[in-house]
């Protein structure tokens, strides 16, 4: 295989990086196509593009098959450009290497390399085994990960990506004394959320927030405030709920919590000392796990999520308390905070639980990746600096 930097690529008819890009872009429309990786394909000729192709959903054909079907004939001798390595299983679907080869294209440009074992280098390796050259454009490696940033993360550690979600006051307080938290935030900020749900594989709470808020943790595609055509891209995608996963060590969930529903996609972790909670819905699986005093064991939850459930990524929705757990155990890769321009009051509780810290060299570091308004709410998405301090 041959790897291209930016660089050395100025004397080509096509422009490849903006092709890579563009491939990017379509993959990116696709809120989820878990758990499978969501994958852009543009095939060019020397005429120009004439096929382009997104996954749409797990189940549904790859990209690069979608874009072979709109060339048709066009394929033979082109040049593909694909954000990850063509597949070369039979997995819901055929390998998209194969029908490459069929369709007699000349030249296969990645962005990624696919860390599925069944696929990883053999996608590349059958396509050069019948003179097709694969050409690996380094220079996108990291936005191909960052595209499948859950994915790659279940395929390399088995652990899905967790994003924690909070909302605050001003003044940096969730809830009141009394634990009334609805709602901190304004609509769009709460839109926002729906967004983040669609794109999780699993929305993690406490029993906490199931006893106290009792909330479904659904996404309501008629709150997403979605564009016409990301609704259309969407479409297939939004017909799958993600998981709801109660961590609930002692099994004290009621039946008749609303987030249960008829049951279908909930999970319950409990410890495996406690007894399973009693009533609950026949199709809600409950899963016992090791736990302590503080609850049911994080790292444990994960793993069990990622290899259990093909879970990418997870948003932990839940009260501050095991929030803080999450960011204290180092399992936080995203932390996104809207904050709202009120004040709560210093009896309110803190956005984050802990105390006695002297210095502030030692205390948890976040990089901010992202500012941006919704209404009259700022979301700030912050990258966790574990292990870093000043
Ligand atoms: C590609 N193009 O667009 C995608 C790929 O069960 P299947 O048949 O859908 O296969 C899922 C696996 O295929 C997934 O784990 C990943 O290795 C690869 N995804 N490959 O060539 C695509 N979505
Ligand atoms: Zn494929």
Sequence with gaps: MQVYSNKALSQEIIDWPVTMQRALMLAARVMSAAPNPRVGCVIVCAEGIVGEGWHSAAGQPHAEIEALRMAGNAARN?????????????????PCADALIAAGVARV??????????????????????????????????????????YFK????????????????????TALANGTSKWITGGEARADVQRLRARSCAIVTGIATV???DPSLTVRPAELQLSAEAQQVNALALRRQPLRVILDSKGRVPANARILGDGTGV???????????????AAVQVLPVAANRQGVDLLSVLESLASDFECNEILVEAG?????A???????DELIVYIAPKLL?????????ASGLTALTTAPQFELADVERFGNDVRLTLHPQYGKSD
């Design 78 to 94: 082109a040049t593909v450009f694909v954000t990850l390595e063509p597949c070369a299983h039979h997995g819901r679907t055929g």
């Design 109 to 150: 440009v990645i962005a990624g390399i696919d860390p599925n074992p069944a696929v990883a280098g053999k996608g590349i390796a059958r396509l050069e085994a019948v003179g097709i050259e694969v050409a690996h454009l380094v220079d996108f490696e990291a936005a191909a990960q960052s595209l499948n940033r859950g």
């Design 154 to 173: 279940r395929r390399q550690f088995g652990r899905p990506w967790v994003t924690c979600k909070l909302a605050m006051s001003i003044d940096g307080r």
């Design 211 to 213: 006893l106290f808020d």
């Design 267 to 281: 999970k319950v972790y409990i410890g495996r000392e406690s007894q399973a909670p009693s009533g609950l819905p």
């Design 320 to 324: 501050s308390t095991l929030s803080s």
């Design 326 to 332: 999450f960011i204290s155990a180092g399992l936080v």
């Design 345 to 353: 009051g210093s009896d309110a509780r803190a956005l984050f639980e």
